[in-house]
């Protein structure tokens, strides 16, 4: 008895991981199989759970299931590079294009695809903005605060998620728009980043809305400033440029891509599905809770923004002098 | 005041019919899981994320979802007896003495002292959860750069005592574990190590691979030298129950592993794997009889499994206090309740009562009923032990190849399986310890990160290690230790230098 509900267990177990890596075999009217969103960061993750998210309201909207595929590990290329390596034909889809991994790191090493060239944009679904802050008991009541404090100090140390990626690059630009030297301390991943500033083991810190929200509310960490043009919806404090320093960038944004050669008709077809899921009551009170801003761009406009962001981080990397050799 | 209200209410929550069922759900999956090698809880419960969807109630997905995490830490120690191949990475140092007891006809009383110190452990480690939950949060926040700088040179130490062959070879094998620990991107500046090239390397190489690898593999490729027909492990399987010298002997081992499986499974970044082996390096230093560790010492069993329950129970409190996920599974949880609209964190407790309570009575009630099914499940699994492995091993090799698949959806990381299987096999082969290897391989990558963060921190001065007090504290320990074995080796070369001189 025991013995055979293993079996049975083992069974189901076996076939759930076998479906979710073959899809049914194509047939001719798309989509007529599950869409594999390709999410190449772990499970659980701000960019995982935006997918998952997705996936859960798909059902309304799309007539086939969206599946969610985690490709992790290699710094986020090689799941990258296997929708690069696959058909174009709309059903394999990357998720979280935009990120450092196309922005920033092109710039800092060379990959085995080009990510403007090999992957075609079909929409942005969220920006997430770098926001800076304090623990809640610090002295620095304002942004002020901390740069002159930071003036006067020959030390000052900042908890970024890794060298070189969207937080530091922000910090960094921040620092020497204010004028002080900062050393930023490259921990792994967000979440640890905004562990080490609740823990106070560093002077500012900080991270994305999704990240350092939850601490916000619970009166942990006191946000100071907000790395883009105009302010967060997810997040209620003033941006840099409000408060003198001029530090804009692309943040980390996510958005969807298909493998180049995919049919317009298809890339029109996706984009306008996800463009009606933002629209969806349910997908937006769970984007609320997330801390993650809907901000939907098509196809054209996405391509466009993400040029003017590639090229941004380009520049910005160099004037920062920011290298990872 | 303690809110026993609410713990009370906690308990009506989870012992409702819905409740109940989703809890045992939770619990025979994660044996399931458990059992097989490689397939591990995060990646279970990524798959029943859509499931939790249709059970509509955040209480009733956290709790299955809870039950596949911890059922999972039951189940990884059967594989790791029974046949020398860790079914969870947690389990990997249960393969050194367990896989020996088995050899000894002995595999039913350690499977039933891993399944009860497992139960111990566990509810230890819910008691703690229940009862000092955010005290012991805020001091784990507090955990930073130089304190698992600390922490890891402590369990660098007790690593000299994971081996007990030879020790050139043990060094050999921590020596290639940091090498591989070293390989992707740097933590600090960046830097592509190691990869020659390969974009899949960049990430690093995953623990279950290699911990599959070297131990599952490699033990199926050794075991293919021998003739077939030949029985794997041994026909004998004498007394399925643990004797009472079996209970005496394990009772101490097992408080000890709850402890540090406990403190361990609180740290940000901690987790089941760390707490294993720095229980099991502990048994063996307290032990009246170290020459057994490796040869089938049931304290090797019962300690380690101990301290991964104890740190599953505890690495709860991260999540439902601060909303701070520690490892990878329970990032999963987080990001279920999440997309469920209700967020962990310091508010839980005053938002979602229910949640919070639910699930620390429902982990009470799991830990029941995975005892019940596991212990009945003894018996069992050790006639698998009867089966020819002629059957057994493909059927092993395919789920290890599944699990490792699984974890990352990577076809690189089966190359990778590959390659450190056959140096698991060549390893057995010509007798070096895989267990230093493994060790290095998980706190060689904690100690490099943590000993740049803290000089980052503090401008290069060394004192950030000594200043600190709990990094002061473990630093003064590793002190203490060091000299204690200098006096203690000391003093053995003066007694046997002084034993001829009397004689003549």
């Not at chain 2, 720095?278 to 020459?291: C, G, Q």
Request: aromatic share 10%.
């Amino acid at each position: 008895m025991n013995k055979r509900r293993i079996l049975v267990l083992v069974l189901t177990v076996l076939a759930l991981s076998v479906a979710a890596v073959f899809p049914a075999l194509a047939a001719e009217k798309y989509p007529s199989k599950p869409i594999e969103l390709i999410v190449p960061y772990s499970a659980g993750g701000s960019t995982d759970v935006l997918a998952r998210a997705i996936a859960k309201v798909a059902p309304k909207y799309f007539d086939v299931p969206l599946v969610v595929v985690n490709k992790a590990g290699g710094g986020a290329i090689p799941g990258r590079d296997y929708v690069v390596q696959s058909k174009p034909d709309g059903y394999i889809l990357l998720f979280g294009y935009g990120s450092g991994e196309d922005l920033v790191v092109p710039h800092e090493r060379p990959l085995p695809f080009d990510t403007f060239k090999d992957l075609l944009p079909v929409c942005r679904i969220s920006q997430h903005s770098v926001v800076l802050a304090v623990p809640a008991d610090s002295q620095f009541k304002t942004l002020k605060d901390l740069v002159t404090w930071a003036k006067s100090r020959p030390h000052v140390t900042a908890a970024v998620s890794t060298k070189g990626a969207a937080v530091d690059i922000a910090f960094q630009l921040f620092a020497k728009e204010a004028g002080f030297k900062l050393t930023s301390i490259p921990m792994s991943g967000g979440s640890d980043a905004v562990t080490a500033l609740t823990g106070h083991q560093v002077d500012f810190g900080g991270g994305h809305p999704s990240e350092v929200l939850p601490h916000i509310k619970a009166d942990r960490l006191r946000p100071l400033a907000v790395a883009l043009a105009e302010r967060d919806p997810a997040v209620d404090v003033p941006t840099f440029k409000e408060q003198g320093y001029d530090v804009v960038t692309a943040g980390s944004v996510k958005g969807i891509a298909v493998p180049k050669g995919t049919p317009r008709a298809i890339i029109d077809y996706l984009a306008d599905k996800f463009h009606q899921i933002t629209r969806d009551p349910e997908f937006i009170s769970m984007m609320k809770d997330l801390g993650q801003p809907i901000l939907y761009m098509g196809p054209d406009e996405y391509a466009g923004f993400l040029k003017k962001g590639f090229d941004q981080y380009g520049n910005l990397l160099k004037e920062l002098k920011i290298e990872t050799k | 005041m303690f809110d026993f209200h609410g713990l009370f209410t906690g308990f009506d929550i989870a012992f409702s019919l819905v409740n109940l069922l989703y809890a045992f759900i939770g619990a025979l999956v994660g044996t399931a899981i458990g059992v097989l090698p490689g397939l591990g809880p995060a990646a279970t419960i990524a798959l029943l994320l859509p499931v939790s969807y249709k059970i509509g109630s955040p209480v009733t997905s956290i709790i299955m979802m809870a039950g596949v995490y911890y059922g999972a830490m039951y189940g990884g120690s059967t594989t790791s007896i029974l046949l020398n191949i860790p079914g969870e990475a947690a389990s990997v140092v249960t393969c050194m003495d367990g896989y020996q007891m088995a050899k000894k006809g002995r595999a039913g009383a350690a499977l039933g002292i891993a399944a009860i110190g497992s139960f111990v452990a566990g509810t230890i480690g819910i008691l703690g959860l229940t009862f000092i939950a955010p005290p012991l949060a805020e001091i784990a926040i507090r955990f930073g750069p130089p304190e698992y700088f600390a922490l890891t040179v402590l369990g660098l130490l007790m690593a000299t005592y994971l081996g007990g062959g030879s020790a050139i070879k043990g060094l050999i094998m921590v020596v290639v574990g940091l090498l591989m620990g070293m390989i992707g991107l740097d933590p600090i500046s960046g830097a592509v190590r190691f990869t020659f090239g390969n974009v899949n390397l960049q990430g690093g190489i995953d623990f279950v691979t290699v911990a599959m690898g070297m131990f599952g593999v490699g033990e199926i490729l050794y075991n293919l030298e021998k003739t077939e027909g030949v029985q794997l492990v041994t026909d004998k399987v004498k007394n399925l129950w643990p004797t009472l010298a079996d209970f005496v002997r394990s009772r101490w081992a097992i408080v000890r592993g709850s402890v540090i499986g406990f403190l361990v499974g609180i740290l940000p970044g901690g987790g089941a794997v760390l707490s294993s082996l720095l229980s099991y390096a502990t048994e063996k230093k307290v032990s009246k009889h170290p020459e057994e560790f490796g040869q089938g010492a049931i304290e090797g069993v019962a300690g380690p499994e101990s301290a991964n329950n104890a740190a599953a129970s505890s690495s709860f409190i991260p999540l439902l206090t601060l909303g701070i996920p520690s490892n990878a599974s329970i990032a999963m949880i987080f990001a279920a309740l999440l997309i469920q609209g209700v967020t962990p964190g310091p508010f839980l407790l005053k938002e979602h009562p229910d949640v919070f309570w639910g699930v620390i009575a429902s982990m009470y009630i799991g830990n029941a009923m995975l005892l019940v099914l596991n212990l009945p499940l003894v018996g069992v699994w050790a006639q698998l032990l009867r089966v020819p492995y002629a059957y057994l091993a493909p059927i092993i090799a395919l789920f290890t190849l599944i699990g490792v698949y699984s974890v990352n959806n990577s076809a690189f990381d089966i190359w990778l399986l590959i390659v450190t299987g056959i140096l698991g096999y060549l390893a057995r082969k010509l007798n070096f310890e895989t267990g230093p290897l493994l060790l290095a391989f998980v706190l060689g990558p904690i100690l490099e990160r943590a000993l740049r963060q803290s000089l980052l921190i503090s401008a290069g001065s060394p004192a950030i290690f000594f200043a600190r007090p709990i990094s002061g504290a473990m630093m003064a320990a590793a002190v203490l230790f060091i000299l204690g074995n200098l006096w203690a080796s000391w003093k053995k070369s003066r007694e046997s230098k002084v034993q001829p001189a009397s004689v003549s």
